[in-house]
């Protein structure tokens, strides 16, 4: 993150735009921020810092770093009149210090944005005509799509054509990005090799009423990374962008095994993948707590109206107990909302060749008090009945922290690295015994009740066990 200036006479600097640094000499920016509303070009960007209203030498500001701008290069198309290519490149006038508080950010490249949170950072205000933060900080916000944004941004004066492709819309009920937070990052994180790899999605470009629940409007990064690899001579390949700067980066904190003075000591088995969609046979186990709370820990796949398979050491998973609840379409563990269903669990039927701490025949049954109610986000997955997997490409959807493994940009061939390996596991010994009706017709009937169209959703395989190579 970089905070973007301009000096005063009485020689403070009014810190009021953000910006992301992408290359050791190189700040992505709105292009808006090339003038202040004085017509001022700014002249300072600070990074590494903890405290904004704190001198550069302040002990609270012991990261911090002071460049001055060589240039500010607007996108070409950008005009202050409008509100459209609100991107912009400053260029400072030395490199960087690279730090592990200080390192290069990389570029969300593909045009579509898999995940349903992103974090947007900044030294704004923290409401509608509040005060500005002195410390930095960091929102969650989920994207809206443009279609339903578009009825907050109208076409107007400065907007003819109402919100284009190149920009994006995010919000929150409670948090948001608001004045003095323009060209900061709203981003994404992905791990690689134990470290969290922040992908730049969108620039903060302008909003309404920040803080009321009103989406504001971002410049989209990948509609312009051709613009910037030429302005920088920088690739953004995000494979490339991943693996530059890896030793500095910072560590996910799951991986963290032990801190002993400076030396952070990590876990590899603590390793594993996370793809967030809407699943609609995904559920979760859930294990009550003396407190009355339900604790949603292990994972399980809807494969009828009342049976859910999972893996057989989710008995005595957490709290030493078998798990009592199954959440079904809802894919939050710490709230559940009014849309999910809790069912109590009337048996948890394991495999009988399996033994606890072993990986063999860890596949388990659970039987449910009553049925689920199938509706168009609660659809059992199908069974396939081949031993036989030839496709190119699987999805994995658990609780992990999210993994550089699990994204294919546009245009970019799949992976042919065995760096994760799942254990596949046989199913047909324990569900044909109890003669549940998985056939390929019985289930994609049910289906059609449900959904009037719908891809197939074919359960494979169990997660029971992940290793990296």
Same mark, same amino acid.
């Given at each position: *993150?970089?905070?973007? #200036?301009?000096?005063?006479?009485?020689?403070?600097?009014?810190?009021?735009?953000?910006?992301?640094?992408?290359?050791?000499?190189?700040?992505?920016?709105?292009?808006?921020?090339?003038?202040?509303?004085?017509? =001022?070009?700014?002249?300072?960007?600070?990074? #590494?810092? /903890?405290?904004? %209203?704190?001198?550069?030498?302040?002990?609270?500001?012991?990261?911090?770093?002071?460049?001055?701008?060589?240039?500010?290069?607007?996108?070409?198309?950008?005009?202050?009149?409008?509100?459209?290519?609100?991107?912009?490149?400053?260029?400072?006038?030395?490199?960087?210090?690279?730090?592990? !508080?200080?390192?290069?950010?990389?570029?969300? %490249?593909?045009?579509?944005?898999?995940?349903?949170?992103?974090?947007?950072?900044?030294?704004?205000?923290?409401?509608?005509?509040?005060?500005?933060?002195?410390?930095?900080?960091?929102?969650?916000?989920?994207?809206?799509?443009?279609?339903?944004?578009?009825?907050?941004?109208? &076409?107007?004066?400065?907007?003819?054509?109402?919100?284009?492709?190149?920009?994006?819309?995010?919000?929150? $009920?409670?948090?948001?990005?608001?004045?003095?937070?323009?060209? #900061?990052?709203?981003?994404?994180?992905?791990?690689?090799?134990?470290?969290?790899?922040?992908?730049?999605?969108?620039?903060?470009?302008?909003?309404?009423?920040?803080? @009321?629940?009103?989406? !504001?409007?971002?410049?989209?990064?990948?509609?312009?990374?051709?613009?910037?690899?030429?302005? @920088?001579?920088?690739?953004?390949?995000?494979?490339?962008? !991943?693996?530059?700067?890896?030793?500095?980066?910072?560590?996910?904190?799951?991986?963290?095994?032990?801190?002993?003075?400076?030396?952070?000591? =990590?876990?590899?088995?603590?390793?594993?993948?996370?793809?967030?969609?809407?699943?609609?046979?995904?559920?979760?186990?859930?294990?009550?707590?003396?407190?009355?709370?339900?604790?949603?820990?292990? #994972?399980?796949?809807?494969?009828?109206?009342?049976?859910?398979?999972?893996?057989?050491?989710?008995?005595?998973?957490?709290?030493?107990?078998?798990?009592?609840?199954?959440?079904?379409?809802?894919?939050? /563990?710490?709230?559940?909302?009014?849309?999910?269903?809790?069912?109590?669990?009337?048996?948890?039927?394991?495999?009988?060749?399996?033994?606890?701490?072993?990986?063999?025949?860890?596949?388990?049954?659970?039987?449910?008090?009553?049925?689920?109610?199938?509706?168009?986000? =609660?659809? &059992?997955?199908?069974?396939?009945?081949?031993? %036989?997997?030839?496709?190119?490409?699987?999805?994995?959807?658990?609780?992990? &922290?999210?993994? *550089?493994?699990?994204?294919?940009?546009?245009? $970019?061939?799949?992976?042919?690295?065995?760096?994760?390996?799942?254990?596949?596991?046989?199913?047909?010994?324990?569900?044909?015994?109890?003669?549940?009706?998985?056939?390929?017709? @019985?289930?994609?009937?049910?289906?059609?009740? =449900?959904?009037?169209?719908?891809?197939? /959703?074919?359960? /494979?395989?169990?997660?029971?066990?992940?290793?990296?190579?």
């Amino acid at each position: *993150m970089a905070a973007i #200036g301009w000096r005063q006479t009485n020689g403070s600097i009014s810190f009021d735009c953000g910006g992301s640094l992408i290359t050791p000499r190189h700040v992505l920016t709105a292009a808006h921020c090339a003038l202040n509303d004085d017509g =001022v070009a700014p002249q300072v960007v600070r990074l #590494g810092v /903890i405290d904004i %209203t704190a001198g550069l030498y302040d002990p609270q500001n012991q990261f911090a770093q002071e460049y001055g701008i060589s240039s500010f290069r607007r996108h070409p198309e950008h005009e202050f009149r409008a509100e459209y290519h609100d991107i912009g490149l400053v260029t400072l006038d030395r490199p960087v210090t690279l730090t592990d !508080a200080v390192v290069p950010a990389c570029l969300w %490249t593909g045009a579509q944005v898999p995940l349903r949170r992103l974090e947007a950072v900044g030294f704004g205000q923290t409401s509608f005509g509040g005060e500005r933060t002195p410390i930095l900080l960091k929102v969650q916000l989920s994207p809206v799509d443009n279609s339903a944004c578009g009825r907050f941004y109208p &076409p107007s004066r400065r907007r003819r054509q109402g919100l284009i492709d190149q920009q994006m819309c995010a919000s929150d $009920e409670r948090m948001d990005t608001c004045h003095g937070d323009s060209g #900061g990052p709203l981003q994404l994180k992905l791990m690689a090799n134990n470290r969290l790899i922040p992908f730049v999605v969108g620039i903060t470009s302008f909003g309404r009423f920040c803080g @009321t629940a009103t989406p !504001a409007v971002y410049t989209r990064v990948s509609s312009y990374v051709d613009w910037l690899q030429t302005e @920088t001579g920088v690739s953004f390949d995000a494979k490339a962008c !991943a693996g530059r700067h890896l030793n500095i980066r910072e560590i996910e904190e799951a991986m963290v095994a032990n801190r002993i003075g400076g030396k952070v000591f =990590v876990e590899p088995e603590k390793s594993y993948m996370d793809l967030e969609t809407v699943a609609k046979h995904r559920v979760y186990l859930g294990y009550s707590t003396a407190s009355g709370r339900i604790q949603w820990n292990c #994972g399980g796949v809807l494969i009828n109206e009342n049976f859910v398979l999972t893996v057989a050491h989710c008995d005595r998973f957490i709290l030493n107990k078998t798990p009592d609840f199954v959440k079904v379409g809802d894919l939050d /563990i710490f709230n559940d909302h009014p849309h999910s269903q809790v069912i109590k669990i009337e048996r948890f039927i394991k495999h009988p060749d399996y033994r606890g701490g072993t990986i063999d025949n860890d596949i388990a049954l659970v039987k449910l008090q009553r049925n689920v109610r199938l509706e168009p986000n =609660v659809v &059992p997955a199908c069974i396939l009945n081949s031993e %036989t997997v030839t496709l190119p490409f699987y999805e994995m959807a658990g609780l992990g &922290p999210y993994n *550089m493994n699990n994204f294919v940009m546009e245009n $970019e061939a799949l992976s042919n690295s065995k760096v994760l390996h799942v254990l596949l596991i046989v199913l047909y010994s324990l569900l044909f015994f109890f003669e549940l009706p998985l056939k390929s017709k @019985t289930c994609k009937s049910i289906k059609r009740k =449900v959904l009037a169209k719908s891809n197939p /959703i074919t359960c /494979i395989s169990l997660t029971s066990m992940v290793a990296l190579m």
